[in-house]
């Protein structure tokens, strides 16, 4: 029997961490589905292309190929043989991947791509849009939910481990239009799927929002 966990929410909200706990917990594979997004980005940007130019994002869209390995409970995204993991983490490339996946043709490409990967199952996607399109059929659905003030505390707090030196008023602006342009876009809008399981994660730290999901994946039959 494989095993297939959908966790969705807004940006910033911990679905990575999480989600890579709960693969390493099931020894299967985590996937970030949102990478996709940003390699698609990343590349549309380092062709100084618009990523609101629809047709010649579409055109890219089209043209690039995926492949995928695993490393440690994780599915790594290749794009045209690139992993270009230490440039998409950005808040330009961020911007750009919420415009690009908003593009419907450009979308639907990287959709299909993301259904072939949860049929094979196996896999903890995470994303916007698993529970309620890439995996509709999956049993355990988890939608994480946090406070945008919540959200942008933690990020202030990643970039700051990591060297950098972030304004809060500024990551918290970009937390909430991207909110704002992922739940009201046409196609495949951020929402929890009804039959998904909603954790609010704002009072809860990583170890406690684990165990919440985990309790919820025990409850169901695989
Ligand atoms: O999760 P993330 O921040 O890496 O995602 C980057 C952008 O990609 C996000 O703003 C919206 C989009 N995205 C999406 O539309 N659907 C997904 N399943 C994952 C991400």
Redesign the pocket.
């Known amino acids: 029997m494989t095993k297939l966990i959908a966790i ?1 929410g807004p ?2 909200v911990g ?2 961490s999480v989600g890579k706990a709960i693969a390493k917990k099931f020894d299967i594979n985590f996937f ?7 390699c698609l ?1 990343w590349k549309v940007l380092s062709q100084n292309i618009d990523p609101q130019d629809e047709s010649a994002v579409i055109k890219i869209a089209k043209q690039v190929k995926w492949e995928y390995k695993a490393q440690d409970n994780v599915l790594r995204v290749y794009i045209d043989g690139v992993c270009p993991l230490d440039k998409i ?1 950005n808040e330009e490339v ?1 911007r750009a ?2 415009k690009v ?2 593009i419907p043709d450009a ?1 639907t490409i990287i959709m299909d791509e ?1 259904k072939k990967l949860a049929v094979a199952g196996n896999i903890v996607l ?5 529970g309620t399109q ?1 995996a509709p059929f999956a049993k355990v659905k988890i939608y994480l939910i946090a406070s945008a003030k919540a959200r942008a505390a933690r990020r202030v707090k990643q970039l700051k481990e990591a060297g950098q030196n972030p304004v809060y008023e500024d990551i918290l602006a970009s937390i909430i239009s ?1 909110d704002e ?2 739940s009201n ?1 046409k196609i ?1 809008p ?1 929402k929890p799927a009804e039959d998904a399981c909603i954790i609010d994660t704002s009072d809860l730290n990583l170890e406690e929002v684990i165990n919440k999901v985990l309790e919820v994946a025990s409850k169901n039959e695989w």
């Open positions: 969705d940006a910033g679905k990575s970030s589905t949102g990478e996709m997004y940003r980005a983490h961020g991947a919420s996946s908003a979308r993301q995470e994303g916007r849009d698993i890439i991207r342009r992922d876009r495949a951020l």
